[in-house]
């Protein structure tokens, strides 16, 4: 399994951006699918966008498309999350999360999962 690392969380205000970085260490990562979760509080862990190892295919939950943006550099072993025009409803716990093989939006087929950082975003 791939170890993960995130960071880049914070505190924001409505309409404002973060970029979140997520480092891997371990595994193969240039075959693996990486993905972005999101946990509010008192809400089950969300889907918010994954990339895929080949052809870097990336799918975006309907509540980020067009806000959010997910990338890889697989030689520095991270994936990253720029999130603009950022809403309260965003506020979270933003964890990355690795699979091999194609991408998906399930959550119970990714194998390794990070510890988390907190994105707040107030009004």
């Known amino acids: 399994q791939v170890q993960l690392v995130e960071s880049g969380g914070g505190l924001v205000q409505a309409g404002g951006s973060l970029k979140l970085s997520c480092e891997a260490s371990g595994g193969t990562f240039g075959t693996y699918t990486m993905g972005w979760f999101r946990q509010a509080p008192g809400k089950e862990r969300e889907f918010v966008a994954t990339i895929s190892w080949i052809s870097a295919n990336t799918y975006y939950a309907d509540s980020v498309k067009g806000r959010f943006t997910i990338s890889r550099d697989n030689a520095k072993k991270t994936v990253y999350l720029q999130m603009t025009s950022l809403k309260p409803e965003d506020t979270a716990v933003y964890y990355c999360?690795?699979?091999?093989?194609?991408?998906?939006?399930?959550?119970?087929?990714?194998?390794?999962w990070g510890q988390g950082t907190q994105v707040t975003v107030s009004s």
């Open positions: 999360a690795a699979r091999p093989g194609f991408a998906t939006m399930r959550r119970d087929e990714y194998e390794s």
